[in-house]
């Protein structure tokens, strides 16, 4: 069989290094082990003298068990712990809160009192699609201008959803520009009773339809809001679009994470080509779980002869056992080198960074530890095709 095409090496301590590396973000499918990655690359940057925030948009609360937290919410939390010159703080996406907060720092008090107490306003910011994406690209810009931290890493949500947050400024973009929102502003426009006017004689027969379907009180809700709400419109804008410029500076590095599966590298592949698509800058891949084997080792296709040889015989069950484990994990390993081949084989290009299967579960710093040892050490299986 043909040799393992031997794809660009991924450098995971050059680019955690790197001074003018200031945000990482980890995208990929779920449970590819993306959240685990990201602590563990953002603990082992501030372990070597970074001052690192962790950010993730993934509710499960996997990222503060791993760090010895019962939970995390919209603020930075120091992790203790830490064995190096660098600080390390972690945090989860409050949507709901990060739309708050924007609301109070871009409103004077009276008018952010009435936005965040209409009814309109709390449903959208907990539930409106696309919500989520475009807080988080908020809070990342927020945490980029402040300035406390030298680096940045974003877990993003699972599956394709990932890099919905790049379309997070066209997608507000466009509800705020909407001929609704265009309708439902008109009276805070022209003003008063004659913008009152104005609309219910301009559409009256729409409102009339709202009214039926929503109810009078929901469309006054809908009204009081935009009216409050329409001196944010561009503000919210222009944040968005200069987070997306962030994105695609070189200070900026894309991580895709994926298993070594057929499902998880298709994923992988989607990913690439949409950042190659968004001009984003895309570090390389990072596979994990991958099942090595040692040099030397019998072939899959011996260690199933020796245990069936061993079987007929009635002979040594235990050594037959284990002679299967070992062709089965060779044909694993097999496969996950096809598997890997082939997304290489697509995309040359792409540095790769293969991580063993861990033996357990990572549940502390020191599970973290072993995986960015991993990440670093960028363990690159033997091929295994001689199965």
């Not at 590819?32 to 990655?37: D, E, N, Y």
């Not at 066209?170 to 001929?179: I, V």
């Not at 009216?227 to 962030?246: I, N, P, Q, V």
Request: glycine content about 8%; aromatic content about 4%; proline content about 6%.
């Amino acid at each position: 069989m043909s040799a393992l095409r031997t794809p660009p090496v991924l450098d995971v301590d050059a680019l955690i290094d790197d001074p003018r590396t200031k945000i990482i973000v980890c995208c990929g499918s779920g449970g590819v082990g993306k959240t685990t990655t990201a602590a563990a690359l953002g603990l082992r940057a501030a372990e070597r003298g970074r001052d690192v925030v962790v950010l993730t948009v993934d509710p499960a609360k996997r990222l503060a068990q791993s760090m010895g937290l019962t939970e995390l919410d919209n603020n930075p939390r120091r992790i203790d712990g830490i064995e190096g010159d660098g600080e390390l703080h972690a945090m989860m996406l409050d949507m709901k809160r990060t739309f708050d907060e924007i609301v109070e720092a871009h409103s004077d008090p009276d008018r952010a009192k009435q936005i965040l107490a209409n009814p309109f306003y709390q449903s959208l910011s907990s539930s409106l699609s696309g919500t989520q994406e475009y807080m988080a690209m908020e809070k990342l810009g927020q945490l980029h201008r402040s300035g406390a931290w030298d680096l940045i890493v974003v877990d993003t949500p699972p599956s394709r959803n990932a890099l919905d947050f790049l379309d997070a400024p066209e997608r507000m973009g466009r509800f705020l520009d909407s001929r609704l929102m265009k309708m439902l502003s008109a009276p805070a426009r022209t003003g008063g009773r004659i913008g009152v006017k104005m609309l219910t004689a301009g559409f009256g027969m729409f409102t009339n339809v709202l009214n039926k379907v929503i109810g009078v009180q929901l469309l006054r809700d809908v009204q009081t809001f935009v009216a409050a709400f329409e001196t944010m419109f561009g503000g919210f804008r222009e944040r968005a679009e200069k987070t997306y410029r962030l994105l695609q500076t070189p200070g900026t590095a894309f991580l895709v994470v994926a298993a070594p599966e057929p499902d998880a590298l298709r994923e992988a592949s989607y990913f690439v080509e949409r950042l190659a698509g968004e001009r984003m800058p895309l570090a390389g891949l990072i596979v994990n779980r991958v099942h090595r084997v040692a040099p030397g080792t019998p072939t899959a296709a011996r260690s199933q002869a020796a245990a069936e040889t061993l079987e007929e015989r009635g002979e040594h069950p235990l050594t037959a056992a284990l002679l299967r484990l070992h062709a089965d994990r060779r044909n694993r390993a097999a496969r996950e080198d096809r598997l890997r081949e082939h997304f290489t084989s697509a995309h040359p290009t792409v540095p790769v960074a293969a991580v063993p299967a861990q033996p357990e579960d990572v549940h502390d710093l020191d599970g973290l530890r072993r995986v960015g040892a991993d990440l670093a050490a960028n363990v690159t299986p033997p091929p295994a095709r001689s199965a």
